[in-house]
T-cell receptor, first 115, second 115 residues
């Protein structure tokens, strides 16, 4: 079946450091890929997405490229801020014609940024 | 736009009681709503998919008599945890979509603690 694997946390970085959170997937079809962010005590917010191979999703300085050859969707940011501290979830989903999309989430990576 | 509201945000109750959690789409009509459960430091696990006016579709291993889902209108779905026990303590998150092939919008979650 389909699955998402992402690097275990917690990840602790200093402010302005470069961030990479690895994510790989296995899929039977051609899913869309997502990164969601969950701030403390809140629900999930869609951070970025890519719908097909070689697409790059970007938002708030974060980027991720849909790599079909390596089945990866790594999240990167050039300079992190304290406000980026949160849990990040990699996910995949299919948008079928007749029904709503189910999303399969990775286990989440907790990111803590030191001032 | 596309705001999903959950209520309550936190509930503490005694073992054996039933607890109802509401999920509302505030500015759109939700054809489908999803209910997830999140254990501490773990990913979201889909519990059920709820379509307005029809019975919910439960994921394997989820007790439908334990977790009652009602999607009575296009803006409201409820999850009732019946005869709750400490092992039901968790973070419950709903999401909603305005139509097929549309992205999910998540609520802020409900933290349920059973004493």
């Amino acid at each position: 079946g389909d699955s998402v694997t992402q690097m275990e946390g917690p990840v602790t970085l200093s402010e302005e450091a470069f961030l990479t959170i690895n994510c790989t997937y296995t899929a039977t079809g051609y899913p869309s890929l997502f990164w969601y962010v969950q701030y403390p005590g809140e629900g999930l917010q869609l951070l970025l997405k890519a719908t097909k191979a070689d697409d790059k999703g970007s938002n708030k300085g974060f980027e991720a490229t849909y790599r079909k050859e390596t089945t990866s969707f790594h999240l990167e940011k050039g300079s992190v801020q304290v406000s980026d501290s949160a849990v990040y979830f990699c996910a995949l989903g299919y948008q079928e014609d007749s029904s709503a999309s189910k999303i399969i989430f990775g286990s989440g990576t907790r990111l803590s940024i030191r001032p | 736009g596309a705001v999903v509201s959950q209520h309550p945000s936190w509930v503490i109750c005694k073992s054996g009681t039933s607890v109802k959690i509401e999920c509302r789409s505030l500015d759109f009509q939700a054809t489908t709503m999803f209910w997830y459960r999140q254990f501490p430091k773990q990913s979201l696990m889909l519990m059920a998919t709820s379509n307005e006016g029809s019975k919910a579709t439960y994921e394997q291993g989820v007790e439908k008599d334990k977790f009652l889902i009602n999607h009575a209108s296009l803006t409201l779905s409820t999850l009732t945890v019946t005869s709750a026990h400490p092992e039901d303590s968790s973070f419950y998150i709903c999401s909603a979509i305005p139509g097929p092939m549309r992205p999910q919008h998540f609520g802020d979650g409900t933290r349920l603690s059973i004493l």
